[in-house]
């Protein structure tokens, strides 16, 4: 009998990269990714009307989602765009 291909622990296992409000710097941080290779999604999740104030009043916010494996990869390519780029995302540490 052959054993079943042992998988890495954190298979499936998606963590938040970062997060951001503004287009323009969702697009550009697409662009980033995929120059560099990097799997992710992309999510646009609606703000409640009563929590704007937190996102100074935007309706949506892009959330984008990596593999735990390839978080300092994508932590480096991120590096790479615009202070002002990099100050209009909402980075998660883990």
Known sequence: MKKAPKLDKHVDKDVVLCST??????????????????PFTKNWKRVPFRRRQEYRGAPEVCVFSINRNLYCKARRSIEQLGRTDRERLLLNVI
């Open 21 to 38: 409000t503004n287009h323009r710097v969702s697009n550009r941080t697409t662009q980033v990714l995929l120059d560099d290779e990097i």
